[in-house]
């Protein structure tokens, strides 16, 4: 079954530390496409990455940063030197229905980056 | 370029009454997809379409539906609303593999 799960619900950090949000998801196809949205108290959901199931090449754009690991079917998220704009809920999903963009979204994170 | 656009942003409504949503995708995008998000059960798929055709489901009753019509403009349709039903709902277009989301019309049921 499919499943994306980010286990910390709420993360607190002070402007200009790095934080990192975890992502484990579950497939049992070897095609799948991961991806991190953000939304901001606004509402609408912001596209940050996507990353297919055959590119494991770590990605930096900025100060943002994401760690791709099949072994351990993780999908990690950074951001370096938080700002309190980045203050939002993040989510991570997972889409693996070929030809089709069902995607699974995890619970989100919401991170509070205080000034 | 336009994002995807949404109608209304914001609705209320009395249990057992119907509601009509909009979504306009972004131009070119055929396939648009409709998300509900609530505080308890998160982000679920409802239902992709591509081609005014509905190409995957959720696990959503049959209250939900959609449509999509010839310039790839999409509609779903909640009928017998249920106080469960006050969500965010989220629509996204697309053209390759990543979804571009609306801002969502919020809707409460009372």
């Known amino acids: 079954a499919q499943k994306v799960t980010q286990a910390q619900t709420e993360i607190s950090v002070v402007e200009k530390e790095d934080v990192t949000l975890d992502c484990v998801y579950e497939?049992?196809?070897?095609?799948?496409?991961l991806f991190w949205y953000k939304q901001p108290p606004s509402g609408e959901l912001v596209f940050l990455i996507r990353?297919?199931?055959?590119?494991?090449q770590n990605e930096i754009s900025g100060r943002y940063s994401w760690n791709f690991q099949k072994s351990t079917s993780s999908f990690n998220f950074t951001i370096t030197a938080s700002q309190v704009v980045d203050s939002a809920v993040y989510f991570c999903?997972?889409?693996?229905?070929?030809?089709?963009?069902?995607?699974?979204f995890g619970t989100g994170t919401r991170l509070k980056v205080l000034a | 370029k336009a994002g995807v656009t949404q109608t209304p942003r914001y609705l209320i409504k009395t249990r057992g009454q119907q509601v009509t949503l909009s979504c306009s995708p972004i131009s070119g995008h055929r396939s648009v997809s409709w998300y509900q998000q609530t505080p308890g059960q998160g982000l679920q798929f409802l239902f992709e379409y591509f081609s005014e055709t509905q190409r995957n489901k959720g696990n959503f009753p049959g209250r939900f539906s959609g449509r999509q019509f010839s310039n790839s403009r999409s509609e779903m349709n909640v009928s017998t609303l249920e106080l469960g039903d006050s969500a965010l709902y989220l629509c996204a277009s697309s053209l390759t593999n990543e979804q571009f989301f609306g801002p969502g019309t919020r809707l409460t049921v009372l």
């Open positions: 497939t049992r196809d070897t095609t799948y496409y």
């Open positions: 999903a997972l889409s693996d229905s070929p030809g089709t963009y069902k995607y699974i």
């Open positions: 990353r297919n199931s055959f590119d494991e």
